[in-house]
């Protein structure tokens, strides 16, 4: 079934390079986010886009990480330069609208491995 | 401050036993609230929302705002059942709305 595609599954990067994710989201959904999923941890939201506008980054670490989402469809998710700490799964999830009850659909994430 | 606090980590039980997964959230306003689940090597996904009172896979769970709570209920657990299971509370800013997730809790059943 089409779901949200994201890509890469998994990755290892040495401390202080840098790293891309990817996310396709579901067709027509206008919502695009962001989660960090620290081992032992729920998802953490880092960025939300409506359409190609950030909405909502205050937990976005904006030293290092960015966003963009050009077009209001694919997305990617940048980190440089990476840290130990930012070993987690990273989850790309979209949404239809932004109303309170909106159902958010998630991708397989990718788990990103510093080292 | 918006925060969703699941206390157990793990939960283990007999099939056909009843369960009880613990949710408290702490929120300002009318809160909406939500139940996703996680089945191994699947991505995460909404398994209930506050607002449709429905039962999902017999899970029900009902919003107590005196007790500021939203505990996932089964009455007999099934083995298809072993799953990460995680609250999560609407947050409205700004005219949208994120999803705040607890931590999450392990429920295991056995044979």
């Known amino acids: 079934e089409a779901g949200v595609a994201q890509s890469p599954r998994y990755k290892i990067i040495e401390k202080r390079q840098s790293v891309a994710f990817w996310c396709n989201p579901i067709?027509?959904?206008?919502?695009l986010y962001w989660y960090q999923q620290i081992l032992g941890q729920g998802p953490k939201l880092l960025i939300q886009f409506q359409n190609n506008g950030v909405v909502d980054d205050s937990q976005l670490p904006k030293d290092r990480f960015s966003a963009e989402r050009l077009k209001g469809v694919d997305s990617t998710l940048k980190i440089q330069p990476a840290k130990l700490e930012d070993s987690a799964v990273y989850l790309c999830?979209?949404?239809f609208g932004t109303g309170v009850n909106t159902e958010a659909f998630f991708g397989q994430g990718t788990r990103l491995t510093v080292v | 401050a918006q925060r969703v606090t699941q206390p157990e980590k793990l939960l283990s039980v007999f099939k056909g036993a009843p369960v009880e997964l613990k949710c408290n959230y702490s929120y300002s306003g009318s809160p909406e609230l939500f139940w996703y689940v996680q089945y191994s090597r699947q991505r995460l996904q909404l398994l209930l929302r506050?607002?449709s009172r429905e039962s999902i896979k017999g899970f029900t769970a009902d919003l107590n705002k005196g007790e500021t709570s939203f505990h996932l209920k089964k009455p007999f657990a099934q083995e298809e059942d072993s799953a990460m299971y995680y609250c999560?509370?609407?947050?409205?800013?700004?005219?949208?709305?994120?999803?705040?997730f607890g931590a999450g809790t392990r429920l295991a059943v056995h044979p």
């Open positions: 999830a979209s949404s």
């Open positions: 999560a509370l609407s947050s409205s800013s700004g005219g949208y709305n994120k999803l705040i």
């Open positions: 067709s027509g959904h206008a919502t």
């Open positions: 506050h607002i």
